[in-house]
T-cell receptor
Framework: AQSVTQLGSHVSVSEGALVLLRCNYS??????LFWYVQYPNQGLQLLLK??????LVKGINGFEAEFKKSETSFHLTKPSAHMSDAAEYFC????????????FGKGTRLHILP | DTGVSQNPRHKITKRGQNVTFRCDPI?????LYWYRQTLGQGPEFLTY????????KSRLLSDRFSAERPKGSFSTLEIQRTEQGDSAMYLC?????????????FGNGTRLTVT
């Protein structure tokens, strides 16, 4: 079984500051890991994913995440926050079996302060 | 690629009424998923289809819920005898399964309010 825990339901950062959204996962098998973003009244959009290989994954809009197996973490970062980054972010995990489904965390709402 | 389309965007209904939502996936996608999202929570898996076959249903999907994908294209999710606890955003997603991981493409959801 898989699960994810996102630390902090709300995170506020100043425009131009570093963004760090935390995610820890639990998985009985090697996981696939994802970050999705959701803007108000919209569906979820894939930011980035980790499957195998390089542990530092780059995504859209300048975001990246690093898979750390020893820490069971997949934290999302962006060097410099922009006002347009204000949204809700979801970490998700899936097993490698073909019929495994994606399990989402509860989400972290990112607020950008001017 | 016109994306995943969900209708209606919003539905307000009285408790006890039946409602039906529709999802049109990306045309070549063979997998279709339904998720439910309540305030302050991440999406929770409800069910998914491979073509027209419903392969898995969550325990969240009570007997009042039924989903179909009759021709392996669009899907409907029906809730009978709605309850206030059914108020949520219902999200549909699709993917192309070729035996390798493919990302989910989400629609904008149907927001259900049960009064």
């Amino acid at each position: 079984a898989q699960s994810v825990t996102q630390l902090g339901s709300h995170v506020s950062v100043s425009e131009g500051a570093l963004v760090l959204l935390r995610c820890n996962y639990s998985s009985s098998v090697p996981p696939y890991l994802f970050w999705y973003v959701q803007y108000p009244n919209q569906g979820l959009q894939l930011l980035l994913k980790y499957t195998t290989g390089a542990t530092l994954v780059k995504g859209i809009n300048g975001f990246e995440a690093e898979f750390k197996k020893s820490e069971t973490s997949f934290h999302l970062t962006k060097p410099s926050a922009h006002m347009s980054d204000a949204a809700e972010y979801f970490c998700a995990v899936r097993g490698m079996n073909r019929d495994d489904k994606i399990i989402f965390g509860k989400g972290t709402r990112l607020h950008i302060l001017p | 690629d016109t994306g995943v389309s969900q209708n209606p965007r919003h539905k307000i209904t009285k408790r006890g009424q039946n409602v039906t939502f529709r999802c049109d996936p990306i045309s070549e996608h063979n997998r279709l998923y339904w998720y439910r999202q309540t305030l302050g929570q991440g999406p929770e898996f409800l069910t998914y289809f491979q073509n027209e076959a419903q392969l898995e249903k969550s325990r969240l999907l009570s007997d009042r819920f039924s989903a179909e994908r009759p021709k392996g294209s669009f899907s409907t999710l029906e809730i009978q005898r709605t309850e206030q606890g059914d108020s949520a955003m219902y999200l549909c997603a699709s993917s192309l399964d070729r035996g390798r991981l493919s990302p989910l493409h989400f629609g904008n959801g149907t927001r259900l309010t049960v009064t």
